[in-house]
């Protein structure tokens, strides 16, 4: 496959390629270092947006090089794209101070990160409403967008919520694309998706109820659109790939019909990703729309029943995987793609990825270092765009002129298939040797938890932390000195030695009861342990969003996975010898690891699930006889890999519950498992949770204001529960009151044996200036808990 420094030459008589999204961050991450820059302060707004205007230049350049005929626009964002709706239609509460008018950005980032107080309002110039405007505001509540890795920020809305258009950006953008010589699709995301994903404090408000007072703004901007030249807008409704009731259905067919009704002459491509129809199929083929997009890599039976199109509207073959990085098997995509062809004709069909190309890399082509064998098997969004170009130029009857494209193609699915790297015959061997006595703790939780609190001795309402402490410049670059040679092993495990001690003594110095050493090893909760299993691979520069300027490198899990030797039983030791004070050991559970990958495909992901797990397994069982006491294995990402449909969730929750149980389960009563979960809505995972069986679980809390908690409450939630008191994904530090405040929030729905106090997440993105005034606040609130009981 060729990198961006060459032009793809498409057939003119090929099908058209389209784009519903490219990554925003920039080749280099070049967003990150301009957002982290700016809010630090060390530029200003204008080069900010120097740097967003080159990005979105580049990537549409990029796209028409590599022959996409279909380029969108308002696919960029400087944080989110539900960020971005919800200030595109003035739905900013009442606490972050907007009056009307242009949202300046120091807002949009106070919703996206809070802020700190009187720093905000000088630099907004809008004075704070609201309870918290002399300490700041926080950010909105954060969480997974839909299955995936990425996160997205809720709207919050309330019962007399008024919408009005506040932020021009999708015209904006598109007039500055249509400046460039670009020709643009803007991609909005839908009203119906945008509510549906919102919250609202009102109690059991619906916020669907809005949307007769959403609409006209969605309208108006359509209208600015058609004005200026725009033919074709694509919006995305995702959730059309979920359950959704009459009232969701009947939501849809409203907005479709006023934008039909009020923009005729526009046509909308209304795309759904992630999934299947299913239920909603006759609503989604029942709209007012020109143009449908179809997700063929989850739900590719959706080729198969075409019958109900309407034979007017275009249709988009969502036919080459947005969300991972395997090469596709274009011959075999090919035969299956011809009789549609065919059947439909080449003015009616478009060929794309299953979703937006946000949730993969940019561009393989950087990377060098990569096993070759392995990097022939990839493809990245690059590569996937041309892909496309490839299948359109064969599709248009042109094999011919594709042909060298799909002989590398065959070449390289044949390889995979064939590699003895792939297959190892004693994983396979112990993954069968798997029994139930492995899934099971010896004793009960109500007896193990008598066992631990005469081992550990600790106080009422325990302190502790998630596990990572600030990754600082001086860290990271400690540890690209090493990586390139310019540190010596011995000197680096000096330094790294040292971080862990400063971080350890402190811990104790301020008075936390169960401590951590720190992390300054790891340079990825999931990445640490991927380089030290057989099996995995990893990338330079195959940097991927989670949030913000938050970007990460998932491991590509290519083959059965095994551990050769130990991972963590040395830092362990090392950091526990600085301490009499419990010492929790960190690992990161199989299911977090397999979900936070890019996932072979030629297997089941439960089969590769228990492969880790058992790896994890023998970590578990090492730390154990080295004395360790407590153990955390952290499943953050459990519940992103639940299925959109819940009758599929019974099925993954098993394999997800058992795999963790393997895992755990092999230690003696004495020993504490904990295990940490974020963004998650516990609600309809509970039972999972419970069978889980975890000693201490410690969830993000915080932004819902200890909501989360009233699933564990109406469970009869046996085992015990650390609430985060303070969001780490924002640089306010609460106060000592704020924490206060929420642990009595939290001690309304558990009892005070179960409660263990900690920051919602680990705090390796915040600096130390952050993190040292809240961890000292927050052990403060645990005395004061103490001095009430």
């Not at 997700?295 to 007017?312: C, E, F, H, Y």
């Not at 153990?631 to 959109?644: H, K, N, V, W």
Request: aromatic share 8%; proline share 5%; with cysteine.
């Amino acid at each position: 496959m060729s990198s961006t420094s060459s032009t793809y030459a498409i057939s003119t008589s090929a099908l058209s390629v389209a784009s519903l999204g490219t990554p925003r961050i920039g080749p280099r991450r070049e967003l990150k270092f301009a957002l982290e820059s700016f809010w630090s302060g060390a530029t200003d707004e204008k080069a900010l947006i120097e740097t967003g205007t080159g990005l979105r230049a580049a990537n549409w350049a990029r796209q028409k090089k590599l022959g996409v005929s279909v380029i969108p626009s308002n696919d960029f964002s400087y944080y989110d794209q539900m960020l971005d709706t919800a200030v595109m239609v003035g739905a900013i509460p009442e606490i972050y101070g907007w009056d009307g008018g242009p949202v300046p950005l120091a807002t949009y980032f106070a919703m996206a990160r809070g802020a700190q107080g009187k720093a905000h309002e000088a630099s907004c110039g809008h004075a704070h409403h609201g309870p918290d405007a002399t300490q700041g505001v926080p950010a909105l509540e954060m969480t997974k967008w839909f299955d995936t890795n990425y996160h997205y920020m809720v709207p919050e809305l309330a019962k007399d919520q008024k919408f009005t258009l506040a932020s021009r950006k999708p015209i904006e953008e598109y007039e500055e694309a249509l400046a460039l010589g670009y020709q643009t699709r803007p991609v909005l995301v839908g009203p119906v998706t945008f509510l549906k994903l919102a919250k609202s404090k009102d109690s059991g408000f619906n916020t669907l109820s809005l949307l007769d007072r959403l609409m006209p703004v969605y309208i108006e901007v359509l209208r600015e659109l058609v004005y200026r030249g725009a033919e074709w807008v694509q919006i995305d409704e995702p959730c059309l790939v979920l359950d959704l009731d009459i009232a969701g259905q009947q939501a849809l067919h409203y907005a479709y019909a006023e934008i039909a009704k009020a923009v005729p002459q526009l046509k909308i491509m209304l795309a759904t990703y992630f999934g299947g129809l299913g239920s909603n199929r006759d609503t989604a083929l029942s709209l007012p729309v020109a143009g449908l997009h179809l997700d063929l890599v989850r739900a590719p039976g959706q080729l198969d029943d075409l019958t109900s199109l309407p034979k007017d509207s275009v249709l988009s073959l969502g036919v080459i995987d947005g969300r991972n990085i395997w090469r596709t098997d274009l011959s075999r995509l090919l035969d299956r793609l011809e009789p549609v062809v065919a059947r439909l004709g080449k003015d009616r069909l478009q060929i794309a990825p299953s979703c937006s190309l946000l949730h993969v890399p940019i561009d393989l082509a950087l990377e060098t270092g990569l096993d070759a064998a392995i990097k022939s098997w990839l493809a990245f969004s690059v590569q996937k765009l041309e892909e496309l170009a490839t299948l359109a130029t064969a599709l248009a009857g042109e094999r011919g002129n594709a042909g060298t494209s799909l002989n590398a193609s065959d070449e390289a699915a044949a390889a995979r298939k064939a590699s003895r790297r792939i297959h190892d015959t004693k994983v396979a061997a112990r993954v069968a040797g798997i029994d139930d006595a492995m899934r099971s703790r010896a004793a009960v939780f109500a007896e193990r938890a008598g066992v631990q609190r005469e081992r550990f001795n600790l106080p009422a309402f325990p302190t502790t932390t998630i596990g990572s402490f600030p990754q600082t410049a001086d860290v990271r670059n400690a540890r690209a000195a090493h990586a390139r040679g310019a540190l010596t092993d011995e000197a680096y495990k000096a330094y790294l030695q040292n971080q862990t001690a400063e971080t350890v003594h402190w811990q104790e110095k301020i008075g936390l009861d169960v401590l951590v050493h720190g992390e300054f090893e790891r340079n990825d909760m999931v990445q640490y342990f991927g380089e030290q299993l057989a099996g995995f691979a990893f990338t330079t520069n195959g940097w991927v969003q989670s949030y913000g300027s938050r970007y990460v490198r998932p491991p590509v899990l290519f083959g059965d996975v095994s551990r050769p030797k130990a991972m963590t039983v040395e830092w362990w030791q090392y950091a526990q010898s600085l301490t009499k004070k419990p010492m929790k050991a960190m690992l990161t559970g199989p299911v977090t690891i397999l979900n936070w990958s890019f996932v072979r495909d030629d297997i089941p992901r439960s089969e590769a699930c228990r492969q880790i797990a058992l790896a994890i397994r023998d970590e578990v069982a090492d730390l154990e006889a080295a004395g360790a006491g407590m153990i955390q294995i952290d499943e953050a990402a459990l519940r992103e890999g639940l299925p959109l449909r819940k009758s599929e969730w019974k099925a993954y929750l098993d394999w997800a519950v058992d795999a963790f149980r393997l895992c755990s389960s092999g230690v003696r009563d004495e020993t504490q498992i904990h295990t940490h979960m974020c963004y998650s809505e516990f609600n309809d995972i509970i039972d999972a949770i419970g069978a889980m069986d975890a000693d201490v679980i410690s969830i993000e809390t915080s932004r819902s204001r200890m909501e989360l908690l009233d699933a564990f409450r109406d469970y009869r939630y046996p085992n015990e529960i650390g609430p985060g008191v303070y969001d780490i994904h924002s640089p306010r530090v609460p106060e000592t009151s704020e924490m206060t405040g929420l642990l009595k929030l939290a001690r309304q729905r558990l009892s005070d044996a179960q409660i263990w106090i900690n920051p919602d997440c680990g705090l390796k993105t915040r600096k130390w200036d952050e993190v040292r005034p809240a961890l000292v606040n927050m052990v403060a609130a645990a005395r004061k808990l103490r001095a009430l009981t």
